[in-house]
């Protein structure tokens, strides 16, 4: 008989443990027979002994268990999905989205709401007028296969058992922890069906890891987990030491999506969903290789295909399709604050989290799940790290709804750093 103080020692003391030990501690703390306190102990087990690649598979599938399980079997092909670990102006599932399914792959993503400097994918999609994120599983899938995309909010019962655990690591200080992190991302990757999965990995000041050491070792962690388990899973590691794109806001973001789409938009934020892009179409089976699957990505955007495609997903989800033609139709901000540089010289650094929180505090995020974002505000950086500015020009135009935003500008002024040297910009790309 399995008991869990017996758990609780083995792993204190380094031991491995079995599928049946691992599943026992899930299903018990998520039906409630497992206590708080022995979660803890056993969490704090687990962040000071980490865990094997094949333990941290069982923990995920046991979590991904532990509810809901999305059945994408219906759908014809190999559905590939994307997750990033997050940042600050992080577009990219607005126009992988089109761009993949463009290229034939189906994309049934399964998204969420942000809880920090700005709106998640759902909130984006909503600065669209009459766009809905709650739609049935059956025409969840009906749509993937007429369009070959639809995204949608994940389900209330999703991973029951993560919930609860990441509550817990949160007042127990055992969030830091790969294994922990790694199963958590993974689960609800798993438990919403996909057949292969590309993660995007942030590191730098705007990353949840920022060291590269330390996104590398999530990426493993992650990228070990999916394959464990049978889930064709590869990782990019990609830059958020400054922001990705120009665009932090909802709307502001939106249109910078449909900017990309048509072959304009910023130049890190294109190749960013160009090299995930060619991941999943590898992924997918649609591509040959790298080179290949960038060509289809490439003529998808110049013939102006996905772009059609992201107007036939927001027409299918009630949206107003109008958009990709008139991105004026999205919600405007009445004032355009110029934040000016202090100083003559070169952006030697974008501190992206303060970069952020400005914008947060002109309420284009939520600090809390009840929080009403504001989905016409935000920022429009006007340069990145090594570019020249001079002394009053404009280093970012804030959109927002207060006439004065003096906390903003102040948060930008400081965390854009400019130096009389030329400094280049750090890599995109980290490892692919």
Request: glycine share 10%.
């Amino acid at each position: 008989m399995l008991r869990m103080v017996d758990i609780i020692e083995k792993k204190r003391d380094g031991g491995l443990l079995s599928k049946e030990e691992i599943e026992f501690f899930v299903t018990g703390y998520t039906e409630g027979s497992i206590p708080d306190y022995q979660a803890s102990a056993f969490l704090m087990a687990i962040y000071f002994q980490k865990m094997t690649s094949e333990e941290q598979g069982y923990l995920t599938m046991a979590m991904a268990e532990s509810g809901d399980q999305i059945d994408l079997s219906a759908i014809e092909g190999i559905k590939v999905d994307k997750h990033s670990t997050g940042g600050v102006g992080d577009t990219t599932t607005l126009i992988l989205a089109p761009l993949v399914a463009a290229c034939g792959v189906p994309v049934a993503k399964m998204s969420g709401r942000g809880l920090g400097h700005t709106g998640g994918t759902l909130d984006k999609l909503e600065a669209i007028e009459g766009f809905h994120v709650e739609i049935s599983t059956a025409q969840f899938i009906q749509q993937v296969n007429d369009l070959k995309i639809a995204v949608i909010g994940q389900s209330g019962n999703l991973t029951p058992a993560d919930k609860k655990l990441y509550a817990l690591r949160d007042v127990t200080a055992t969030v830091d922890s790969i294994p922990l992190i790694a199963s958590s991302i993974m689960s609800k990757k798993l438990a919403a069906g996909a057949d292969a999965i590309v993660l995007d990995v942030k590191t730098g000041v705007g990353a949840f890891m920022k060291t590269l050491e330390d996104s590398k070792r999530l990426a493993d962690a992650m990228v070990a987990i999916g394959n464990e388990v049978g889930r064709n899973t590869s990782a990019v590691i990609s830059d958020m030491s400054q922001p990705l794109g120009l665009a932090i806001g909802n709307a502001l973001e939106v249109k910078e999506a449909i900017d990309t789409l048509q072959g304009k938009g910023p130049a890190d934020l294109t190749e960013l969903c160009l090299v995930l892009g060619s991941k999943m179409l590898l992924a997918a089976d649609k591509a040959t290789d790298e080179q290949n699957a960038r060509a289809q990505l490439q003529q998808v955007m110049e013939n102006g295909d996905a772009l059609r495609l992201f107007g036939e997903l927001i027409r299918a989800q009630g949206g107003n399709a109008e958009v990709i033609t008139n991105p004026n139709l999205l919600p405007q901000a009445p004032f355009q604050i110029d934040v000016p540089a202090k100083q003559s010289g070169y952006i030697s650094q974008i501190d992206a989290d303060e970069v952020g929180v400005a914008a947060m505090l002109l309420g284009a995020g939520r600090a809390t799940k009840e929080d009403v974002i504001d989905l016409a505000v935000g920022i429009m950086l006007k340069k990145k790290i090594g570019d020249y500015v001079e002394a009053g020009e404009s280093v970012a135009i804030l959109h927002s709804n207060k006439e004065h935003a003096d906390d903003s500008i102040k948060l930008l002024q400081d965390h854009i750093h400019i130096l009389t040297e030329k400094t280049q910009a750090p890599p995109l790309i980290h490892i692919i």
